[in-house]
């Protein structure tokens, strides 16, 4: 599995999935996902962490091994699930994020949906599953399968209740040179599309947290997270950091495309942040 297709359309049209046919995968596709993650370039991150992701399939939600996996009623029909593996720490968890989000957008290249879950579902299960090494655990999981057409009044409810369809505007996340000066769209340059990419990315309970500011030559674009106050400390690690991973991957993606060159560097600027949440993760150099 390449992608032979655009992958900014791909971003653009990728939304959750938590409704999924009863239809099984077909036997091609089940190929290309199971070469895609057995190939090791596939699953290193940009600073070279590697991540593990587990591959599962069920039929009622009950595994080969007769594990039930469960997601507390969130997701219908699952033929499979993706569950990943890495340490917890903050680098770890950044760039298994990027590996994961790469998968997600191959998969809904395919027309397979995905749902990234660090939450709604029982660890418990899917820890039996797997064998973990010391250190490990699983941050997030994503099922898969074909789309359900018709999504269930809990799907809508539920995207009504964490506002899946507000992504926050331009000036709420993006800032030119200093925080407080929004960066426009036309003002960014080349880096219009990528930086929107990050916009349209999932999030946990979609709150959106990257902020990113360009320098005023254009070089570097800062990537910092806002951290949302106590969001997931009950489960132990920063989820958030999963978002920022994620804004990685589509800006990445988006730059290949576009043949924009550049790496991620990281090289806290002297910058003043706006707030105590704010905290700078990574930058992207322009070559
Ligand atoms: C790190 C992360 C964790 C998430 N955890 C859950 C979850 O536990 N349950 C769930 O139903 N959705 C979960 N989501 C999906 C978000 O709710 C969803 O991405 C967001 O509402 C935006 O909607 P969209 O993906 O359709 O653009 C998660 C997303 C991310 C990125």
Redesign the pocket.
Known sequence: MSLAQSAIETMKKR??V?TYAAEGIKDSHLMQIMDYLRNEENLVGPFGNKGRIEFIQVTNNVSDKGIKLGTYG?IKNPQAYLVGVTTNSKFSLVEFAYIFQKVVIMLTEQNIGT???????NRNSFEQEIQLTEGDFIP?ITPIGYPNQKQRVFDKA??YV?K?DNKKPWEKLFSDSEFNVPLTKENAGSLGLPIEMVRLG?????KQPWRLLLSSDRKLCHFFIEHTPNYSSSLGYD?QL??MG?AMCQFELACKELDIEGSWIVEEPNIPLPNEQTEYIVSWNMM
């Not at 749902?115 to 579902?121: D, Q």
């Not at 999932?202 to 979609?206: G, L, Y």
Request: aromatic share 12%; hydrophobic share 45%.
């Open positions: 939304q959750s938590r969130f749902c990234w879950m660090g939450g709604t579902f997030c539920l995207r964490v899946a999932p999030s946990a309970s979609n989820m999963l978002d994620i």
